[in-house]
């Protein structure tokens, strides 16, 4: 059974500071991994892809990824309170052509 | 980036009746896309792959003959709750794996049961 593990938070940070959420996945045969925020009330929206260990940066989000340890992350520097949402780890399924495998989402929380 | 649209975005059904949700990729082709459901508060849960020309798979415990799909062109892939329940009451969500990597969603149905 394939897993991608997120701790459910809240996760609750001041504005401003960065917000650091991680993901652990079970399937070492992954190739391509996804964050996507979904606010409440609204479907997710992708904001991140990251395909090769290391850092990718975009704007405030930066996306980490390490093959060996089996572990991705983001990062959302100066915190607003706009991104308070639901942020969901996302694994390529080998399986299935196009599917994800979902963890079950951190709930972030930035205070003004 | 690529466009999937959901038609309705709401709809409220009395108990008994039969609903159809639309999925439409917008910008690029799709032969499969995939069904979600949220209940409140709870994670995604994916009930179905559409697979276009071909039957859809489901996962284990979503009823087939309750959840219909249809995806009879490259755009276009419909579920069919029927006969819904107000257990059935939920956040419908489609998603299409546009010609790069990933997944874009749909807006979503918010469907309720009365």
């Known amino acids: 059974q394939k897993e991608v593990e997120q701790n459910s938070g809240p996760l609750s940070v001041p504005e401003g500071a960065i917000a650091s959420l991680n993901c652990t996945y079970s399937?070492?045969?992954?190739?391509?991994f996804f964050w996507y925020r979904q606010y409440s009330g609204k479907s997710p929206e992708l904001i991140m892809s990251?395909?090769?260990?290391g850092d990718k940066e975009d704007g405030r989000f930066t996306a980490q990824l390490n093959k060996a340890s089996q572990y991705v992350s983001l990062l959302i520097r100066d915190s607003q309170p706009s991104d308070s949402a639901t942020y969901l780890c996302a694994v390529n399924d080998g399986g299935s052509q196009g599917n994800l495998i979902f963890g079950k989402g951190t709930k972030l929380s930035v205070k003004p | 980036g690529a466009v999937v649209s959901q038609h309705p975005s709401w709809v409220i059904c009395k108990s008994g009746t039969s609903v159809k949700i639309e999925c439409r990729s917008l910008?690029?082709?799709?032969?499969?896309m995939f069904w979600y459901r949220q209940f409140p508060k709870q994670s995604l849960m994916l009930m179905a792959t559409?697979?276009?020309?071909?039957?859809?798979?489901?996962e284990q415990g979503v009823e087939k003959d309750k959840f219909l799909i249809n995806h009879a062109s490259l755009t276009l892939s419909t579920l069919t709750v029927t006969s819904a329940h107000p257990e059935d009451s939920s956040f419908y969500i489609c998603?299409?794996?546009?010609?790069?990597?990933?997944?874009?969603f749909g807006p979503g149905t918010r469907l309720t049961v009365l």
């Open positions: 910008d690029f082709q799709a032969t499969t």
């Open positions: 559409s697979n276009e020309g071909s039957k859809a798979t489901y």
């Open positions: 990251i395909y090769s260990n």
């Open positions: 399937d070492r045969g992954s190739q391509s």
């Open positions: 998603s299409a794996p546009p010609p790069l990597a990933g997944l874009f």
